[in-house]
T-cell receptor, first 113, second 115 residues
Framework: AQSVTQLGSHVSVSEGALVLLRCNYSSSVPPYLFWYVQYPNQGLQLLLKYTSAATLVKGINGFEAEFKKSETSFHLTKPSAHMSDAAEYFCAVRGYYGQNFVFGPGTRLSVLP | GAGVSQTPSNKVTEKGKYVELRCDPISGHTALYWYRQSLGQGPEFLIYFQGTGAADDSGLPNDRFFAVRPEGSVSTLKIQRTERGDSAVYLC?????????????FGSGTRLTVV
């Protein structure tokens, strides 16, 4: 069965500090993994995706994520946080039949000045 | 249109009433999806349309929920006899080609509050 866990419902970092948002998954088919960001009162926006090519994936706004099969993880990182990064971040795995996503519960990122 | 449009953006209804939520996908997108996002949770899949037909409705929680897409474009999610537990943000997304591999474009959602 497909499932996603995100450790930490709320993460706070200082502006300029490293951002690390954790995601672990379970998948009964080869996983395709995604990170989405949601700003207040807006729809979900795709940050990046892993679809079985390179294990280190670069996305928009300076974010990247590394697929580690042995750890069943797909953690999201950014070297230097910016105030505009404050948002809710969702990790997702594709559903069994490939059409839908199974989302994690989300991590709210706060960036402190 | 330029993006996925959902109307209304907010809907307050009384318990037991019927509601309709509308989604206007990106022009030309054949695949359309509905998700529900409860407070503090990630979105949960409800239903997927390919063209006019519901290709996967396994996420609909019960028979009070129904969705249509009669002309393969605009879709309406219908909820009968609403309950307070139905309160959530209902998200619509579209894609072309279909499938999670390509990512979706999500709308801003309809916030439904059942009082």
């Amino acid at each position: 069965a497909q499932s996603v866990t995100q450790l930490g419902s709320h993460v706070s970092v200082s502006e300029g500090a490293l951002v690390l948002l954790r995601c672990n998954y379970s998948s009964s088919v080869p996983p395709y993994l995604f990170w989405y960001v949601q700003y207040p009162n807006q729809g979900l926006q795709l940050l990046l995706k892993y679809t079985s090519a390179a294990t280190l994936v670069k996305g928009i706004n300076g974010f990247e994520a590394e697929f580690k099969k042995s750890e069943t993880s797909f953690h999201l990182t950014k070297p230097s946080a910016h105030m505009s990064d404050a948002a809710e971040y969702f990790c997702a795995v594709r559903g069994y039949y490939g059409q839908n996503f199974v989302f994690g519960p989300g991590t709210r990122l706060s960036v402190l000045p | 249109g330029a993006g996925v449009s959902q109307t209304p953006s907010n809907k307050v209804t009384e318990k037991g009433k019927y509601v309709e939520l509308r989604c206007d996908p990106i022009s030309g997108h054949t695949a359309l999806y509905w998700y529900r996002q409860s407070l503090g949770q990630g979105p949960e899949f409800l239903i997927y349309f390919q063209g006019t037909g519901a290709a996967d409705d396994s996420g609909l929680p019960n028979d009070r929920f129904f969705a249509v897409r009669p002309e393969g474009s605009v879709s309406t999610l219908k909820i009968q006899r609403t309950e307070r537990g139905d309160s959530a943000v209902y998200l619509c997304a579209s894609s072309s080609p279909p499938g999670a591999l390509y990512g979706y474009t999500f709308g801003s959602g309809t916030r439904l509050t059942v009082v």
